[in-house]
């Protein structure tokens, strides 16, 4: 337990799962209250239980943060539980996969929705409270993926870019008013959504869309031992990184530590983006 967030109010998207709920972990053990917000209420109650027995303060809501309302609703739950919001981790995702003239409008447009135009909608709504306080740090989960192409994922592409650039933007707009804006752009990380996406894991592989989750096909075990094998050996490390490692670089830029810090995209990728992709020429 520490104090680096002491005194704070943070609120998670996507803290039912993977990066938001060690996210949700690493604040609350570093003393911030934590409003867990997911589209699946059993998984944000998960979390905050846990978190409650480990002795931290901790809330849940479901809400789906493609729907206007919903994140104005949640901003508005945040502040009247805890009484101010100093923290927003905009984290949740979902996409549509599948080759360009694959892409159906409707998946594309709910990957922009969720990855996109749900952070600036909680962005919006957060600022003012942010502006009354004095300030506040937000922090939007990216991607690698933001800042290089990936086969059969142009909308996860597109949508990653999009955030990286609204950051900046919103950044440069309320820096001098004391409201920092950051992203991490993770490379892969062991969470259920690369279990998903790999078809390992022990439960059906899923992955969430808005108002639900769609099933996706199981690979035969051997398959899926490869393909995880090969992504993580894609990275120099050699390895997928662990939600822990990327929560760590999230609450860095969400404290007080990272006062100087505002506008920035943080690549936390073990070595990938780092090489060009060549084969070792010994
Ligand atoms: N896992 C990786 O390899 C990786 C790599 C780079 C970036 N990221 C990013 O990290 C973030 C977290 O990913 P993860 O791997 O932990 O995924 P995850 O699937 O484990 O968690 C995502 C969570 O978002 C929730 N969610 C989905 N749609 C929602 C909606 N409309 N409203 C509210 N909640 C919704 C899901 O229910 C789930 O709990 C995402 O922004 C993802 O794009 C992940």
């Known amino acids: 337990m520490g104090d680096r967030l002491a005194g704070k109010i943070a609120l998670i998207t996507g803290g039912g799962s ?20 997911d589209i699946n ?9 846990a978190l409650r027995e480990q002795g931290g303060e901790a809330g849940h809501l479901a809400a789906d943060v493609t729907d206007p309302e919903a994140v104005q609703g949640m901003i508005q739950h945040a502040v009247k539980t805890f009484g101010r919001l ?18 159906s409008l409707e998946g594309w447009n709910r990957t922009l929705a969720v990855n996109v135009t749900a952070p600036f909608l909680a962005t919006k709504y957060a600022i003012p409270i942010m502006l009354d306080q004095g300030g506040g740090a937000i922090v939007n989960t990216a991607s690698i993926s933001g800042t290089r192409g990936d086969y059969g994922m142009a909308a996860y592409n597109a949508g990653k870019a999009a955030v990286i650039n609204f950051t900046r933007s919103a950044a440069i707009e309320y820096a001098s008013r004391n409201i920092r804006m950051n992203c ?3 490379g892969a990380i062991d969470t259920p959504a690369i279990r998903a996406l790999t078809g390992s894991g022990a439960e059906t592989p899923h992955m969430a869309v808005a108002g639900g989750s769609v099933d996706l ?21 050699g390895r997928l990184g662990t939600p822990q490692e990327i929560a760590n670089l999230v609450l860095f830029l969400a404290s007080d530590e990272a006062s100087f810090i505002t506008g920035a995209a943080y690549i936390i990728d073990g070595g990938l983006t780092a090489h060009t992709g060549l084969p070792a020429m010994r």
């Open 18 to 37: 993977g990066i938001g709920e060690a996210t949700a972990q690493r604040f609350s053990a570093e003393g911030a209250r934590v409003l867990i917000v």
């Open 41 to 49: 209420g059993t998984n944000a109650e998960r979390v905050a239980t």
């Open 86 to 103: 100093d923290i927003l981790h905009n984290n949740a995702t979902a996409a549509e996969m599948g080759s360009v003239a694959d892409l």
């Open 184 to 186: 991490v752009c993770p």
């Open 217 to 237: 096909p199981k690979l035969p075990e051997e398959a899926q031992a490869k393909v995880r094998e090969r992504m993580g050996t894609a990275h120099p490390v």
